[in-house]
């Protein structure tokens, strides 16, 4: 029978955004195994990997491999960050479904981040889509610090609609709007996904939170209200961006999925599952991860009461 809960796009970004971040190298026949096992559990999309300088990024350097090797699922989406030309190329030559490019709303932020100008980014940016246009494969565009940058402070929402009317110019449908320091707070969000979709009604939102203070939980419920159904998440919370001071803690997939199942949304993923893969991750990365659900399980798990419970009024 058709289920009439409200679906929710899941999208994991954990292999990507979690893993370029590690200073351990995750072997390459782990991250296939993550990955394949990530597949079966009913995400929408996946982001493998990432096609950046190898000396940028080192511990991304298996790209080709990663996306060669991978078993992929039919009903998922196989998307992985494009920085440049050069990546484009190496990406396509992979079979992707999907090339995600990423600039920042903040000039400062793209500064440290990309080394480029805002506008050096968008001139490399378009002929990124240029190179993909012609193939089957879809372009996102990421947007980041679109709710505030950790250098120049609040992000004028004027700003963040002038980059997707931008990008939409380019002929790019998708586009993702990223929380990358966990700035964004829930009435903020709703206001900005809101006109985000009443300008661009033909676009394919995805919001991307950072739970560095927190609120990434909120956030989601805010961006729901405002019709958004797509999100990114990282397997374990893993993940952050290196060039933003203070940055941790991408949302976590599993924190999110157990929230939303509970809140009548119909996410299409295998929590037991998904809670399978993620404990697979401290071994991997050599530490501990943020998911609150890993250590406290879901609220259906019990506990023996003590004995001297059984006792009290006797
Ligand atoms: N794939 C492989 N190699 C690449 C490459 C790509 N996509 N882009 C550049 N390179 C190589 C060049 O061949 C060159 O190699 P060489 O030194 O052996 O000649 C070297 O990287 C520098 O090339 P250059 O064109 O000067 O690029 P750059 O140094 O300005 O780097 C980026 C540009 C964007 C590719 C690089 O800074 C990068 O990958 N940054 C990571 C950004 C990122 O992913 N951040 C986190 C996500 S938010
Ligand atoms: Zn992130």
């Excluded at 990434?216 to 397997?235: K, V």
Aim: hydrophobic fraction near 40%; aromatic fraction near 6%.
């Amino acid at each position: 029978m058709p289920s009439s809960r409200q679906r929710i796009y899941m999208q994991e970004v954990a292999t990507r955004d979690g893993f370029q971040n590690e200073a351990q190298f995750i072997e390459t026949e782990d991250k296939i195994r993550v990955i394949d096992a990530l597949s079966a559990c009913g995400f929408a999309k996946i982001e493998v990997t990432s096609f950046t300088s190898p000396k940028a990024i080192p511990a991304l350097r298996d790209a080709e491999e990663v996306m060669h090797r991978i078993t992929r699922n039919p009903g998922v989406e196989y998307t992985v960050l494009v920085p440049n030309v050069r990546g484009a190329e190496r990406a396509l030559s992979c079979g992707i479904d999907e090339a995600n490019l990423v600039m920042s709303v903040s000039e400062t932020h793209n500064r440290s981040n990309l080394r480029m100008t805002r506008e050096q980014s968008f001139a490399q940016l378009t002929q990124v889509v240029s190179a993909i246009s012609g193939s089957h494969v879809a372009v996102n565009i990421s947007l980041s610090t679109s709710f505030g940058c950790p250098m120049e402070g609040d992000i004028d929402e004027d700003e963040v609609m002038r980059w997707l009317d931008r990008f939409a110019g380019l002929g790019v449908a998708r586009a993702t709007l990223c929380d990358t320091t966990g700035m964004a707070y829930p009435s903020q969000v709703r206001a900005m996904a809101a006109r985000a979709r009443r300008l661009h009604p033909e676009m394919v939102f995805t919001l991307h939170f950072h739970n560095t203070r927190s609120m990434a939980q909120a956030n989601t419920l805010a961006a729901i209200s405002a019709g958004i159904d797509r999100f990114d998440a990282s397997l374990g919370g893993i993940g952050g961006c290196p060039y933003a001071p203070g940055a941790s803690g991408n949302a976590c997939t599993e924190d999110m999925v157990h929230m939303l199942e509970l809140e009548g949304y119909d996410t299409g993923i295998d929590l037991p599952g998904l809670l399978e893969v993620s404990a697979l991750l401290p071994g991997l990365i050599g530490h501990d991860v943020p998911s609150q659900l890993l250590k406290a399980g879901t609220r259906s798990r019990l506990h023996p009461a003590p004995a001297y419970a059984a006792d009290i009024g006797r």
